[in-house]
C-alpha cells in the first residue's frame, strides 16, 4: 500500500520561529510537492521537486523554502513563521511522467500548523 | 491561479440517490483528476481521465470530460453515508512536473 507520511499531524509555533515540515513517501517516487490549503481559496502550490535536490517554486513561494537531500524525503522550511503561514500544509508525491502523461498525486495526511 | 471551479460548492442529497459535481476549468490540459477530502485529512485520488478520453468509469464513479466546453462532471451513483466529503477536480496543464491546479472544491452531504 502506498504510503505518505507527514511528520505532524498538528503543529503550534510562535511567530518568527523557523520551522520544518518533512514528508516521507516510501513509493520510489521522483516528483514531490507541498501545498498549503485556505478556506476559500482551495489548495495552492508551494514548491515541488521532479527529482533529488531539484526544486521549483510553485504559486505562492514567498517565504518558504524546501530541502531534497533525499529521494524519498522533501521538507518544507518556513524560515521565519508569520501568522499569515497559519494553515493546513499537504504534502504529495507522483511518480515521473511517462509516456501515457502524467499520473495521479498521492497525498499525506496533512499539517495543520498555528502560527501565533 | 485558479483553473478548476467546481459547482455546486455544497450538496446535501439522500442516502442512494445520485450526486452529481461540475468542474470547469480555463486552459488546455493533459489530463484532468478527482480527489475527494474527508474532514481535515489528506486527500485521496478517485480518477483520473486523460484530455483524449470522453468518459471514465471506477466502481460507483462516473467521469466524464468535455474539452470543447473546458467542463467535467463526477457522478456518484447510489450514495452512501460514506460519500460525505469535499470534491475536488484538479488539472494537469503539462510541461514539466508541475502540481496539480485545484478548484475549491463541492461539499457533499449524504443525508442517512
Known amino acids: 500500500d502506498v504510503k505518505v507520511t507527514q511528520s505532524s499531524r498538528y503543529l503550534v509555533k510562535r511567530t518568527g520561529e523557523k520551522v520544518f515540515l518533512e514528508c516521507v513517501q516510501d513509493m520510489d517516487h521522483e516528483n514531490m510537492f507541498w501545498y498549503r490549503q485556505d478556506p476559500g481559496l482551495g489548495l495552492r502550490l508551494i514548491y515541488f521537486?521532479?527529482?533529488?535536490?531539484?526544486?521549483e517554486k510553485g504559486d505562492i513561494p514567498e517565504g518558504y523554502s524546501v530541502s531534497r537531500e533525499k529521494k524519498e524525503r522533501f521538507s518544507l522550511i518556513l524560515e521565519s513563521a508569520s501568522t499569515n503561514q497559519t494553515s493546513m500544509y499537504l504534502c504529495?508525491?507522483?511518480?515521473?511522467?511517462?509516456?501515457?502523461?502524467?499520473?495521479?498525486?498521492?497525498f499525506g495526511p496533512g499539517t495543520r500548523l498555528t502560527v501565533l | 491561479s485558479q483553473q478548476g471551479e467546481e459547482d455546486p460548492q455544497a450538496l446535501s442529497i439522500q442516502e442512494g440517490e445520485n450526486a452529481t459535481m461540475n468542474c470547469s476549468y480555463k486552459?488546455?490540459?493533459?489530463?484532468l483528476q478527482w480527489y475527494r477530502q474527508n474532514s481535515g485529512r489528506g486527500l485521496v485520488h478517485l480518477i483520473l481521465?486523460?484530455?483524449?478520453?470522453r468518459e471514465k468509469h471506477s466502481g460507483r464513479l462516473r467521469v466524464t470530460l468535455d474539452t470543447s466546453k473546458k467542463s467535467s462532471s463526477l457522478l456518484i451513483t447510489a450514495s452512501r453515508a460514506a460519500d460525505t466529503a469535499s470534491y475536488f477536480c484538479a488539472t494537469v496543464t503539462g510541461g514539466g512536473a508541475d502540481g496539480l491546479t485545484f478548484g475549491k472544491g463541492t461539499h457533499l452531504i449524504i443525508q442517512p
Open positions: 521537486s521532479y527529482d533529488v535536490k531539484m526544486k
Open positions: 486552459t488546455s490540459i493533459n489530463n
Open positions: 481521465i486523460r484530455s483524449n478520453e
Open positions: 504529495a508525491s507522483r511518480s515521473q511522467p511517462g509516456t501515457g502523461g502524467y499520473n495521479e498525486q498521492f
